[in-house]
């Protein structure tokens, strides 16, 4: 079983360009769910799908990032444009949701994003 | 609101030596409760976790955790502690939202586990 699947891996950009980091959840898996780790804050929900439509994005500290899920394998976020403050490890993580409690998450190797 | 308290920011114990993370948790509701472990540079893992069955739940690698509602907690053991074992170990808890399980992280314990 192949796992949540993130890309790319690791990407330098300079500031003020645009940024898309990808992700495939678990085959079978309802809920999508994107976030941010950084030293100073660490681990924040950004925003979370259920069946492809957006339920929380309260998490998502600007404008600049949005995030879609087109079909049930693939979702995107995107920041545009990006700044240095961006900078951090994201991690998408799926689950499989059935009455709400006690279905863990899964979670994606990372995309680690240096803003330069 | 779901809260979590990691009352330990950095816990290093010896080699062969219990292991203790504390976890206080604060809910409306009867919570889920897991545990996360992070590697360096890796993702999070399922350690373990609660949903209202037996108190005492045993994860991977020899970790368990047990549930005491009278003290609001879910502290994480493991008898002996093994040099793989050095992570950063993350207490979370489930918001039943009705939608998703929408969890809440603690701040993360950096365990580290000398010779």
């Known amino acids: 079983d192949a796992g949540v699947i993130q890309s790319p891996r690791h990407e330098v950009t300079e500031m003020g360009q645009e940024v898309t980091l990808r992700c495939k959840p678990i085959?079978?898996?309802?809920?999508l769910f994107w976030y941010r780790q950084t030293m100073m804050r660490g681990l924040e929900l950004l925003i979370y799908?259920?069946?492809?439509?957006?339920?929380?994005d309260s998490g998502m500290p600007e404008d600049r990032f949005s995030a879609k899920m087109p079909n049930a394998s693939f979702s995107t976020l995107k920041i545009q444009p990006s700044e240095p403050r961006d900078s951090a490890v994201y991690f998408c993580?799926?689950?499989?949701?059935?009455?709400?409690?006690?279905?863990?998450?899964?979670f994606g190797p990372g995309t680690r994003l240096t803003v330069l | 609101a779901q809260s979590v308290t990691q009352l330990d920011s950095h816990v290093s114990v010896s080699e062969g030596t219990p292991v203790l993370l504390r976890c206080n948790y604060s809910?409306?509701?009867?919570?889920?409760l897991f545990w996360y472990v992070q590697h360096p540079n890796k993702g999070l893992q399922l350690l373990l976790k609660?949903?209202?069955?037996?108190?005492l739940v045993k994860g991977i690698n020899g970790f368990e955790a047990e549930f005491k509602k009278s003290e609001t907690s879910f502290h994480l053991t493991k008898p002996s502690a093994h040099m793989s074992d050095a992570a950063e170990y993350f207490c979370?808890?489930?918001?039943?939202?009705?939608?998703?399980?929408?969890?809440?992280f603690g701040t993360g314990t950096r365990l580290q586990v000398t010779l």
């Open positions: 993580a799926s689950s499989r949701t059935s009455g709400g409690l006690g279905n863990e998450q899964f």
């Open positions: 609660y949903t209202s069955a037996a108190t």
């Open positions: 979370v808890v489930s918001d039943p939202d009705g939608t998703a399980s929408k969890l809440t």
């Open positions: 085959s079978g898996h309802n809920s």
């Open positions: 809910s409306s509701y009867s919570p889920s």
């Open positions: 799908f259920n069946n492809n439509v957006p339920i929380d």
